[in-house]
């Protein structure tokens, strides 16, 4: 039976190099799925244009998008449709994303894109397509309610693959004559609908549709498998050369940090002060941007980072977030009463504080903020 797979967007993982990284596997795998179609989702762009372009060229992913135009030359970035042929039905697949999402790249150089609103592109569009194609198929990387709208504001779409939800749609579900199925969420499910085609016209008659979630069940691919297995070992070689850029080569493993919570329980009046500090949301802050697997961040968003005992991704060093109390005044097994202790913690600041992150660190204007 001929097989027509399409995606809805949303392939590439968040905002940072590990998962740069996991993306470039993925695509890799997927080029060899046969998939006819994938449509754009917000986090396709994650890493900037170059290298989604370069993702499509070395792995032949056929990304289309009919409404994210480049500032920079005011055109399309992707194909507006594509045309596939299967079972002597032309098929004309289009997509579009929510321009309410956000797209934010992490490559350098500051690209921006301007999302078109969906209805009125698709009411262009569509017709256009229809004069060339059997059967159009919308995925629109909307979310299940602005799908819902665009369906009932555009004529002409005949199967609707909602990308951007958690929700799976298990059963058939016909809205103003468009048959609606949704993408859902890492691959855990995946959705089949049956289309019965009267031949003498090419209009579809009947549907059947059904989501399978891909559970222990349902045995791994033994090829794909070796190939995950292998690229594990691959990305914790990756992960470990980042990590080694950021050796631990200071302090001792004699002295260790014992954490906020344990200062708190002698100096309550200066652990409120500091609670309101911007210093106990740093990692928040790398939480937010999906950056706080990032060496690079953690550097300074978090304590003892290069020291023995201090911040590391696993428990018990996780428990060292945010620039902590130690991070200025040191291991707290060294806790001293002399006044050198404290006055020592003076010198702390620039380490982070630096041109490039700080520009406008002032040492008194500074201290007032966050004083104790
Ligand atoms: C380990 C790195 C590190 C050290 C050491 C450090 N800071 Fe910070 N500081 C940060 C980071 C990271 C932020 C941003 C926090 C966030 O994410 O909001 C910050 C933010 C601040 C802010 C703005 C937030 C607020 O609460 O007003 C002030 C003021 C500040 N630091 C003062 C200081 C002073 C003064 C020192 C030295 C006594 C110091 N910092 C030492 C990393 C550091
Ligand atoms: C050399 C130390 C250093 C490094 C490395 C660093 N930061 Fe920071 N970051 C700071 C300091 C210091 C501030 C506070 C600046 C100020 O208020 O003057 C800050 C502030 C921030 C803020 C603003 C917090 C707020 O809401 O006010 C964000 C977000 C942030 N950093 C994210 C990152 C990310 C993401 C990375 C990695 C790509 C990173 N930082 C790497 C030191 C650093
Ligand atoms: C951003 C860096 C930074 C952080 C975080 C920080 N301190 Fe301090 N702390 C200092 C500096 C600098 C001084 C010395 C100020 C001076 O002598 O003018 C100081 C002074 C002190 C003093 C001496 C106060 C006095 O009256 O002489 C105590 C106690 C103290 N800190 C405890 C803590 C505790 C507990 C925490 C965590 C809840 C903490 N500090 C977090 C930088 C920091
Ligand atoms: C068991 C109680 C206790 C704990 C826990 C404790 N302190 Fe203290 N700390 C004291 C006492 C008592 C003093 C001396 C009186 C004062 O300055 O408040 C002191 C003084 C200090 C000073 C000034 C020291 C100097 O002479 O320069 C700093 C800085 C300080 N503590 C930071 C911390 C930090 C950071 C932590 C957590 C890592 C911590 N303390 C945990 C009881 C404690």
Redesign the pocket.
């Given at each position: 039976m001929p097989v027509l797979q399409v995606d809805g967007g949303d392939l590439f993982g968040r905002r940072n190099k590990n998962e740069r990284h996991q993306s470039e596997f993925l695509c890799k795998i997927c080029g060899t799925f046969g998939i006819d179609a994938i449509g754009l989702g917000e986090q396709d762009l994650n890493f900037g244009l170059a290298f989604l372009e370069q993702m499509i060229e070395e792995h032949g992913l056929p990304f289309t998008n009919a409404n994210v135009k480049s500032l920079g030359t005011g055109a399309l970035i992707l194909p507006e449709y594509l045309v596939v042929e299967r079972g002597g039905i032309t098929f004309g697949i289009v997509s579009v994303m929510d321009p309410a999402q956000k797209i934010i790249t992490m490559a350098s150089g500051g690209e921006e894109f301007e999302v078109l609103e969906p209805v009125a592109v698709l009411r262009e569009v569509v017709p256009r397509m229809r004069d060339k194609v059997d059967t159009v198929i919308l995925l629109g990387h909307l979310g299940d309610a602005l799908t819902d709208q665009v369906i009932k504001e555009v004529q002409g779409i005949d199967i609707s693959v909602t990308g951007h939800t958690y929700r799976n749609i298990t059963t058939e579900r016909v809205l103003d004559d468009t048959i609606m199925l949704s993408s859902a969420y890492e691959g855990r499910y995946i959705g089949k609908a049956d289309l019965f085609i009267d031949e003498t016209n090419g209009k579809i008659m009947a549907v059947s549709t059904k989501v399978t979630g891909l559970d222990d069940t349902i045995p791994d691919d033994p090829e794909i498998l070796a190939k995950v297995e292998e690229y594990k070992v691959s990305l914790t070689e990756f992960k470990e050369a980042r990590r080694s850029a950021y050796p631990r080569i200071y302090g001792s493993k004699e002295e260790d940090f014992i954490g906020?919570r344990s200062?708190?329980s002698?100096?309550e009046d200066?652990?409120q002060?500091?609670?309101k500090?911007g210093?106990m949301q740093a990692y928040n802050s790398l939480r937010v941007q999906g950056q706080h697997f990032e060496p690079d961040c953690l550097v300074c968003h978090t304590t003892g980072f290069q020291y023995e005992n201090g911040y590391a991704d696993d428990a018990p060093y996780n428990r060292l977030i945010n620039?902590?109390?130690e991070?200025?005044?040191g291991y707290g097994t060294q806790h001293a009463r002399d006044?050198k202790w404290?006055?020592q913690?003076?010198d702390?600041?620039v380490i982070c504080h630096d041109q490039e992150n700080s520009p406008e660190f002032d040492y008194a204007s500074y201290?007032d903020r966050?004083?104790?």
């Open positions: 906020d200062c708190k002698c100096h200066v652990w002060a500091y609670a500090s210093h620039v902590q109390c991070a200025c005044h006044g404290a006055a913690a003076k702390s600041c201290w966050i004083k104790h």
